[in-house]
Structures are given as C-alpha cells and as structure tokens.
C-alpha cells in the first residue's frame, strides 16, 4: 500500500543555500555547476572522484573536492549543510562501455544507495538522481521505427543489462524515500546529452561527439573513411547539454514531480547514418562509410515522449540537433587541436 505525504512548501531557495553536485568533473554535472554559479548561487560544492586536472570544467568561486561517493564515509562528508543535492556521479559511457562493463555500471548502486542516505541525515531539501533510458524496457525498443518511450514503459521491466538495472533499483531508492521519509526526490531519464565539456575520446564517449572526433581525425589525416558501429540505421535522439540543465533545475523545483520518473529527452528523432550527414554537412566533406557490423549497437530504436514534460513543466528540449552539433563539432575541433599540440585536455 502507498502511503501518500503532505507536500509542504519549501522556504525559497537563499544564494548562499549550499547546493552539492556529484560527477562535477564529468559532462553533465561540471556544466549543471556552471549553470548554477551562472543563476547567482555562490555556495556550490562540487565532487568527483577524478583528480581535479582531470575535469572538464573548473568554475570559478565553485569549491571542489576530489572524492570517491562510493564509500558511505565520504557521502556524509560531502553532504553536510547541504540543502540541494544532485547526484549525477556514475562510472558510465556510451554503448561501446555499458555493453562491456556491466559489473562497473551495477557498482554504481553504491553511489546512489550511500548518496541518498546521507543527503536525508544531512537534511536535504531536494534530492536529484540522473536516471536514463536505458532503464525502459528494452522490448519495446526492436524496431528503429521506434514508438517513442513513455515514462509508464519501464514497467514491466527488462531493463538494459547491467547499466539500466541499476538505474531502475536507484530510482526505487528515491521513490521509497519519499513515500516513507519524507525526502523530496526528482528523478530525470535522460535520453542521450551531447554538447560542450563531454567524453569525446577513451572509449566512453557517446554517439555524436564520437562522429564528431572521427570526422575531425578524417580531416586531419586526409583520411576520409569512418567506421560505424551496426548498419547506421539505428535510431536515437539527441539533447543539447543547454537543455538538459535547464531541464534539471525545472524538475528538481517542481513539487508535481516528487518521486515521480520523467523523461528529460529531445525528441528529434535521427537514424546514426543521418547523424554522420550532418556531421559532413557541418565540415563540409563527404566520408567513405564502412559498417562493422559486430560493434556494439545498443536497442535498435529510441525516442523520447515528451508528453509528459510538457504537460507538468510547459517545456521540453528543443536545441535542434543541426545547432548543437555545430557548436559540439567546435568545441572537439579545439580539444583535439590542443592535445596535438601537447596540452593536457580532458577525454573521459
Ligand atoms: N550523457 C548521457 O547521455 C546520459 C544519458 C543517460 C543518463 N546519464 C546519467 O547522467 C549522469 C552524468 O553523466 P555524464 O554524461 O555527465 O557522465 P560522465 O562520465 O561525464 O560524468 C560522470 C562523473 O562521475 C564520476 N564518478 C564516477 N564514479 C564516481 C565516484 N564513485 N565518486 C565520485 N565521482 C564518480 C566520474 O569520474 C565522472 O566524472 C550519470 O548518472 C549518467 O548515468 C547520462
């Protein structure tokens, strides 16, 4: 049986309220602190367990700290005084490294089991988790003329191996935290985030960025031939990093969603050849495609429905790919540039 809770109202959120960002030296959380220290809040404490060298983002007046969130012991330490949390920390990667590293993805369990634990002793306000699409069921995903994933397609559940399990227990954790706590939790799906300060390199980077670095390493090697993983006719879709903060900050300040799983995805649908045409389209030159046909592909179709967000929030991601690319397809340009010419640049 559900026990349902009052919502009470939260008192507004001060500037100098402490908000807490795991998996900040990453993409997603290194660009959600920006976004934060942007919106005027100067007391934002930022965790990852990489040396802080190694991150992809130093925000100034942002405190850092380098910390493993999978022992129990730093959580309440990074916890502490927090009136925010958000929980992005996860060994995670595109298709190429859940599809081969399934015991590193169900590990992060330790993260969100400890992470959720400590913000409710510390006495969080709000508690945010990272969920993803990975998590839907993966029957309903055969085709890449995909119907796109509602929020209720988890259920029955058949998870991704490995990765997407281990998101559906940890939003388990957040829903029953509220239900028998009382902490409020927001959980997000999102559906592939692409953009600025991401893995691009190393064997954990996703689809776009990683079209984006062999177009760059084509031309740079006046090598015009680009291995794609499967036929190229998978479907997926893409959202800018812009929108997926954005997105983040409007769930996690919406008391309608406590508790409650939401897609946080584009739903500008493209097959990965598409994704290659407009990867030449933005550098101008033509490559000479090769399938391999035994790389990891992932579910053969995904979209997100984006029903839902637009009815509770009156939004959803709309960056159109074309744009995002363009802007992502730089920021690479410049990385590889810079590593050539031996300066030390994030990859993963
Ligand atoms: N990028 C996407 O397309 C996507 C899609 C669905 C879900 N997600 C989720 O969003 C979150 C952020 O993803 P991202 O793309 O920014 O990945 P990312 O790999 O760039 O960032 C994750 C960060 O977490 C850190 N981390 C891992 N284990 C840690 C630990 N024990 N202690 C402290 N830090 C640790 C890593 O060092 C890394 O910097 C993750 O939870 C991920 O599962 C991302």
New binding site residues.
């Given amino acids: 049986m559900e026990t349902r809770r009052l919502v009470e109202r939260d008192p507004p959120m001060k500037k100098d309220d402490l908000i807490v960002i ?10 959600l602190a920006r976004y934060f220290k942007q919106k005027g809040f100067n007391n934002i404490r930022a ?4 040396p802080l060298y ?3 983002l130093h925000v100034p007046g942002v405190q850092n700290l ?6 129990e012991d ?1 959580c309440h330490r990074v916890c502490e005084g927090a009136v925010e949390v958000y ?8 298709m190429g490294f859940i599809e081969r590293f399934r015991v590193e993805c169900l590990r ?1 369990v ?2 969100n089991t400890h992470m959720i634990e400590a913000a409710y002793q510390a006495g969080a306000r709000r508690y945010f ?6 998590a839907y069921n993966t029957l309903l995903q055969q085709d890449p003329q995909v119907r796109a994933l509602k929020e209720s397609d988890a259920y029955p559940a058949m998870a991704e191996r490995g ?1 997407g399990w281990e ?1 559906l227990i940890s939003e388990m954790f957040c829903e029953e935290y509220w239900h028998e706590r009382g902490l409020k939790t927001f959980i997000a ?6 953009g600025p300060h ?2 691009w390199d190393g064997g ?1 980077e ?1 689809a776009p960025a990683a079209m984006c670095r062999k177009m760059i390493e084509a031309m740079d090697k006046n090598d015009f031939r680009i291995n794609i993983w499967g036929n190229g006719e998978q479907t997926r879709s ?2 800018f990093i812009d929108d ?1 903060v954005k997105g983040i900050d409007l769930i996690a300040h919406c008391d309608d969603l406590i508790a409650t799983p939401i897609n946080l995805g584009s739903s500008e649908l493209v097959s990965i050849n598409t994704l290659v045409s407009k990867v030449e389209k933005i550098a101008g030159k033509k490559l000479k495609r090769r399938y391999d046909l035994n790389a990891p592909q992932g579910v053969a179709g995904r979209n997100s429905d984006n029903a839902f967000i637009k009815k509770v929030l009156g939004w959803e991601p709309d960056t159109p790919l074309d744009k995002g690319l363009a802007v992502t397809y730089q920021w690479i340009e410049e990385q590889y540039h810079n590593r050539k010419a031996g300066k030390r640049v994030g990859i ?1």
């Fill in positions: 795991t998996g900040a030296g990453g993409f997603i959380a290194g660009n965790v990852d367990k990489k190694e991150w992809y380098s910390l493993d969130v999978s022992r730093n929980n992005l920390a996860a060994d995670m990667g595109g992060s330790l993260i988790f990272s969920s993803s699409a990975c990765y998101k799906r999102f559906h592939n985030v692409y991401g893995t954990r996703k893409f959202m997926c993963g």
